[in-house]
């Protein structure tokens, strides 16, 4: 890498600029390390939570002079341009200091000439998840595109970090130090009680991931249960572990979008977990419209999402948006249940679960870095970067309250 012939002397200019650039940052909880072993200490009596090493200098020209902070730093982080070393969630205020600084002229020109003095490195840049779709957006084949992008990377991948149920999902935790695997067992059995599970009822659950929902469902409360997907891999986890569960009398998996989805006799129940982010705002009505067509008089549907926060302004797609989720388009809790309303649904209970899901995305987190060697085998270095940066991003959105987790539950009245 070219980072190895940068001397120390050209590391001692890049310190002062990272010392211009963070004066206004405090407290500095956080180390900075440079290409040639040189630090930067935390304040004083400050523990750092982690390091910031940085492989190329111009990474530090990108935090001041790029038009798009937020996404050429996350690039440059994914491409290898610095590293993070230590607790990644605690990143974030560094990232939001960098983002939202706003420089007078006489303090950009002096880190204009800090800039100057330093080494010249190159820098990758990514290509957008969104730039390799193709067709309308949310149509049919673009959205099967788009949640193949995401969720067929390897199974293998992602047995490395989720529970042996594969919920990709909120976990419901009791307690802050529960293991991952007691809060979603919890999680399945919170939803099949609060859906009113019966023996003998036919439940739906649109976007039914590996199955984890409907095997639980079928296996503990007796119904009968038809899960749909987009993603091969997912049906292919599904089936196999149906068959190894001896429910396949009691249990069904296809490969098919909601909208095409047409059965005569209706469903008792229908649950959707994690999927409503990737119909597009566009889509809702239709969205909640057919899940009333195919519902019976008195049913119950259970939708839980990801929401916007009505604090947090809709502004241009992050990292996530262009590299983890193509196309995923998240609105406010109140335009989802305007939606839901129009429909023709009654609106029976709300409930927010941001907590859960940011102690779940903090243990998804903690298992992919114990195991990375392990997943840049399965996915490569760049992939894990990716979606080690997306996890420790969503651990502090929902810390912040930036992200809001709702299990919605809607009634089709029996008239």
């Avoid at 490969?255 to 982010?277: N, P, Q, T």
């Avoid at 947090?312 to 305007?338: A, K, M």
């Avoid at 991003?393 to 912040?400: E, L, M, N, P, R």
Wanted: aromatic share 12%.
């Amino acid at each position: 890498m070219a980072a190895r012939t940068w001397n120390v002397q050209q590391a001692g200019k890049a310190l002062r600029f990272v010392q211009s650039l963070l004066c206004d940052l405090h407290p500095r909880d956080f180390a900075v390390e440079f290409w040639d072993g040189s630090r930067w200490p935390a304040e004083k009596n400050l523990f750092p939570r982690f390091t910031w090493k940085i492989n190329n200098p111009e990474v530090l020209r990108t935090a001041v002079f790029d038009s798009n902070r937020q996404i050429a730093l996350a690039e440059a982080y994914c491409c290898g341009d610095f590293d993070i070393s230590g607790d990644m969630a605690a990143i974030f205020p560094l990232s939001d200091y960098l983002i939202e600084k706003k420089w007078t002229r006489a303090e950009k020109l002096r880190l204009m000439g800090l800039a100057l003095t330093m080494p010249s490195g190159k820098s990758m840049r990514l290509a957008p998840a969104g730039s390799g779709l193709r067709g309308e957006l949310h149509s049919r084949e673009r959205d099967k595109r788009a949640v193949s992008y995401h969720y067929d990377v390897s199974n293998n991948f992602y047995a490395l970090w989720l529970d042996n149920e594969m919920q990709y999902s909120a976990g419901y935790f009791d307690r802050p130090d529960e293991t991952l695997e007691n809060a979603q067992e919890k999680k399945l059995d919170y939803i099949c009680r609060k859906l009113r599970l019966a023996p003998g009822e036919r439940l739906l659950d649109i976007g039914c991931g590996w199955g984890g929902l409907i095997r639980h469902a079928a296996r503990d409360f007796g119904v009968t249960a038809l899960g749909i997907t987009l993603s091969q891999q997912q049906l292919k986890w599904a089936e196999a572990h149906i068959t190894q569960d001896g429910l396949s009398d009691r249990c069904t998996v296809r490969l098919r979008d909601y909208r095409d989805l047409d059965e005569a006799a209706g469903f008792d129940k229908i649950v959707s977990i994690g999927m409503v982010e990737h119909v597009g705002e566009q889509n809702l009505p239709e969205y909640f419209r057919q899940v009333f067509h195919l519902l019976r008089p008195s049913g119950l549907f259970l939708n839980s999402g990801i929401a916007r926060a009505a604090s947090r302004q809709n502004s241009q797609p992050g990292f996530t948006d262009l590299y983890i989720f193509p196309d995923c388009e998240l609105v406010t809790i109140s335009r989802l249940l305007g939606y839901a309303e129009a429909a023709g649904f009654e609106v029976e209970h709300i409930e927010n679960l941001r907590e859960h899901y940011r102690l779940t995305v903090l243990a998804w987190l903690r298992r992919l870095e114990k195991r990375q060697e392990s997943a840049k085998r399965l996915v490569a270095d760049l992939k894990y970067r990716m979606w080690r940066l997306y996890l420790a991003g969503s651990v502090y959105y929902f810390q912040k309250a930036k992200l809001e987790l709702y299990h919605s539950l809607l009634l089709k009245p029996a008239r």
